[in-house]
């Protein structure tokens, strides 16, 4: 049996995914989290085997809780998303998913995945992996990134520089190289930009 972790915020969506799973004779649900950060807790407690999990989720989004996870644990994870967008499917890998996939897939390809994974081999959307090997790349530094990344909830300088272990002055110099390279006018600008199109 492949064990298998599910998380999802919206709850109709997750149970309807969780009923459908087990109906598959080789497939068994062993958890169904409304949040990343329960996610991490019952995938340390029950070690699935694949986790799948949705890519919008409040606090720790499914990139995050992916890769909370696969150090932790010897789970692999599958990523599954409304809006697949390129930049997030780099993140997704380099945070170490297995899989990625559109929620407009069919169940019985989700299931079809979840064996790919669960046998060690990658899974990546066709269309999504074509989006982005034509997707910009971002411009803007790891630093940078790190820097939109802390104050994406409108954290002010002070908090982002405590989070990063940053002098403030350190911080506004990033914020300003950010504005400059996208040619933006306040922060919160630039962090619209950088989560449409993945970088963050």
Not at 54 to 68: C, I, N, Y
Request: aromatic letters at 2%; proline letters at 4%; one cysteine or more.
């Amino acid at each position: 049996m492949i064990r298998v972790l599910i998380a999802d915020d919206e709850d109709m969506i997750r149970t309807a995914l969780a009923a459908l799973l087990r109906l598959e004779d080789d497939l068994e649900v062993v958890a169904e989290c409304r949040d990343g950060e329960s996610a991490v807790t019952e995938a340390q407690r029950l070690k699935p085997d694949v986790c799948l999990l949705d890519l919008e989720m409040p606090g720790l989004d499914g990139v995050d809780t992916a890769a909370k996870i696969v150090r932790s644990v010897a789970s692999r994870c599958v990523i599954v998303t409304r809006h697949a967008r390129p930049g997030v499917l780099r993140r997704a890998l380099g945070a170490g998913v297995d899989g990625f996939l559109p929620k407009s897939r069919p169940a019985d390809d989700v299931a079809a995945v979840i064996r790919e994974v669960a046998a060690g081999r990658r899974y990546v959307d066709p269309e999504i992996a074509a989006d982005a090997l034509s997707d910009e790349r971002s411009p803007l530094t790891d630093r940078e990134l790190d820097v939109l990344r802390a104050g994406a909830r409108g954290e002010t300088v002070a908090e982002i520089a405590a989070s990063l272990h940053l002098s403030a002055g350190t911080v506004r110099n990033h914020v300003s190289s950010v504005l400059g390279k996208l040619g933006l006018a306040s922060r919160q600008q630039a962090t619209i930009h950088a989560r449409e199109r993945g970088w963050i």
